[in-house]
């Protein structure tokens, strides 16, 4: 099943090449253990002298660019697991054609490591962009990261974009991003003929009642036990299947929406279509039981959650309570070790010296 995931990041000068060899696995990064999961890479619109290599462009920017400036701009997206490999990169190029086209030079890279939870593909890109805009003047390194000179562009740098003046306009120049990554990624996904459908919204815009999914990542993973990874994936399942169901019950009532309709416009017509009417009203009726049907399976779905999330939270608190008590453990114990010391001490201080015995005899 597809899912949406778009946010576009910014990188500091002096990080720019070292990002770009993560994502590409080369240069620090070229025997890493996640190696593997390079799917593809690829970049595009970079100056003459980082064509063959687009390492130099990054190079030259933590090098030359200004010392509060973005080095890079990063679109990091979720690939949906519909598409083959060949359809995905078909996909991300269409998408950096449209959004970056010709004005500014890019390195992407697509990765599909198995996820942490479920073990399943979890493809998705970096598109790293230069923000400085390609005008056709040829610049060296040095010069291409320069302040701009709107009189004169041949003495001064690449011009960056600023993605809006105010932040008001940044906002919405991201949210116009994230709807067409929706759109394009619908329009692959039609074009495969697939019918599952991504929207850039938030849960609460679609009015859809539930609570996002937390990342994980392998990290966290990792400290989890096999009962909790269990519990995590049912209650994710059971997300799903939900979701299923609301959407379902929902097509139903536009169905019985439009039925009803039908009806109202058939008491103006003909008596001759009695018959058709009587059919309508039945299949109406028939709507109505399965919509019955999907409530009652939402009802068993939520009852399940609930009784699953109730003994996640009894086991968490069950630790919460042995560490506790290993802790008192440890405190007690370091208190008594540390009276038995204060005793050693008192004893030390409370004896008396020993007598040393002299010599006073002389020699003859």
């Not at 990080?15 to 993560?22: E, G, P, T």
């Amino acid at each position: 099943m597809a899912s949406y995931h778009c946010t576009v990041k910014t990188g500091a000068k002096g990080v720019a090449l070292k990002h770009a060899n993560y994502i590409s696995r080369s240069g620090e990064y070229k025997n890493y253990k996640s190696r593997e999961d390079l799917e593809f890479s690829s970049s595009g619109n970079m100056p003459s002298w980082a064509k063959k290599n687009p390492a130099e462009l990054w190079k030259a920017a933590d090098e030359f660019e200004r010392k509060n400036g973005t080095a890079y701009r990063e679109i990091e997206i979720a690939l949906p697991r519909e598409l083959t490999r060949e359809q995905r990169i078909e996909l991300v190029e269409d998408f950096v054609q449209k959004e970056l086209g010709d004005r500014h030079a890019y390195q992407y890279a697509i990765h599909n490591p198995p996820g942490a939870i479920d073990g399943k593909e979890q493809p998705h890109a970096h598109i790293m962009f230069c923000e400085r805009i390609n005008d056709g003047i040829e610049r060296d390194p040095q010069q291409f990261f320069k302040r701009a000179n709107s009189k004169s562009p041949e003495r001064g740098g690449a011009k960056k974009a600023r993605f809006g003046e105010t932040q008001q306009e940044r906002k919405s120049a991201l949210v116009a991003l994230r709807s067409h990554w929706a759109d394009v990624q619908n329009e692959h996904l039609a074009r495969h003929g697939h019918q599952s459908r991504v929207d850039h919204r938030s849960l609460k815009e679609q009015g859809i009642k539930r609570t996002p999914e937390v990342h994980l990542g392998p990290v966290r993973v990792a400290v989890m036990n096999a009962d909790q990874v269990c519990a995590i994936l049912a209650w994710r399942n059971a997300e799903r299947e939900k979701l299923e169901a609301e959407k379902e019950r929902d097509s139903i009532i536009d169905l019985k929406t439009t039925l009803k309709e039908a009806l109202a416009e058939r008491d103006n017509m003909p008596p001759t279509l009695d018959e058709l009417g009587a059919e309508l009203k039945a299949f109406v009726e028939s709507s109505f039981d399965e919509l019955n049907e999907v409530m009652q399976l939402n009802s068993l779905i939520d009852g399940a959650l609930d009784s699953m999330m109730k003994q996640f939270q009894v086991e968490e608190e069950r630790k919460l309570q042995q560490e506790r008590l290993i802790q008192a453990a440890r405190d007690e114990a370091e208190k008594q070790r540390e009276l038995e010391r204060e005793r050693v001490r008192r004893r030390a201080y409370s004896s008396p010296a020993p007598s040393r015995s002299r010599d006073y005899g002389m020699s003859r």
